[in-house]
């Protein structure tokens, strides 16, 4: 073990990202090396995802050793996305993560993803007990840690966010991923009404794209359907995030995951929580969609607080929920 602490290697394999990342104890980001499957057409293909992680493995690890300036025989622990996520990239995350550990002779700590996301945030930006703004993929949840497990107070309830806007993507010929292609067409556009759907706590997109599509069908021109998507979509993560602040007598927000990298997202999240004195922060940009350091510093906490897998066991978690693990770091 360094001067510095434990040193961990995280590696990141829920979906199209395959990541390497080293951390330090004292939270010092060493390295954080990725290589992204995309398409041109068409959404993620999971199968393909998991062929491209299998191919490209060795060498974003050997990246991200010569990025930290460290041999591999300097990792103390290795930390892995365990769950949830899409199963073939899960396994070959898991398969690498397990034969490393047995080489090594290394402990081997499986973490929830959506949770490294939580705790990546509180390290990187300076906030205490945020309501989370959780929006990626297949996530969008709006959480807040009670008591000793992080709970959701509202989410989508058939699509996340991130999938809504890669299928409408997908259906006007944006390809993967749509989100930052939607963002720059949107600045071009003009509203025009979509549905607005909140029920209670939870939000629902998968009407709204439906709508979005049909009217791209009938001639509605795609910069009026991104830019009024993105509007009326924030808006109603806004306005449960804004309910959540009340409901939690909390007055921090922190924005997470990858549609974090929307600045419009932003904008609207920042104004809502000025006109109720809340401070709104959302984690950087480079760590705010799928990373692994965010696997590599969840795996530091898991393992100082005593968790660890028995490497004759270890599995994946594809349906794993925030709300299941409890706080124990």
Known sequence: ????????????????????????????????????????????????????HELVKEKVLENALNEAKLKINDIDIISFSQGPGLQPSLIVGKNFAKELA???????????????????????CNVKNPV??????????IISLEG?????MGEALTIGLGNALDKFGREIGLGFPAGPKIEELAKKGKYIELP??????????????????????????????????????????????????????????LLIGGVAANKRFIEILD????????????????????????I????????????KENLSKVDIKPFWRTDEIKVEW
């Open 1 to 52: 073990m360094s001067s510095k602490g434990i040193i961990s290697l995280g590696i990141e394999c829920t979906a199209h990202t395959l990541g390497f990342g080293i951390i330090n104890e004292k939270g010092k980001i060493l390295s954080e090396v990725r290589d992204t499957y995309t398409t041109e057409k068409g959404g993620i293909i999971p199968i393909e995802a998991a062929k491209h």
């Open 102 to 124: 047995l080489k090594l002779k290394k402990p081997l700590v499986g973490v929830n993803h959506l949770v490294a996301h939580l705790e990546i945030g509180k390290l990187l």
């Open 132 to 141: 989370f703004v959780f929006v990626s993929g297949a996530n969008t949840q």
């Open 148 to 152: 000793s497990y992080y709970r959701i």
């Open 196 to 253: 607005y759907v909140v029920k209670g706590m939870d939000v629902e997109f998968s009407g709204i794209i439906t709508d979005s599509i049909n009217k791209f069908k009938k001639g509605i021109n795609k910069e009026d359907l991104c830019f009024s998507l993105q509007e009326t979509c924030f808006s109603m993560v806004a306005e449960v995030t804004e309910r959540a602040l009340a409901h939690s007598q909390k007055n921090e927000a």
């Open 271 to 294: 104004v809502m929580c000025k006109e109720r004195e809340a401070k709104f922060d959302a984690v950087p940009l480079r760590y705010s969609g799928d990373n692994a350091a965010m």
């Open 296 to 307: 590599a510093w969840q795996g530091i906490l898991e393992y100082k607080a005593g968790r």
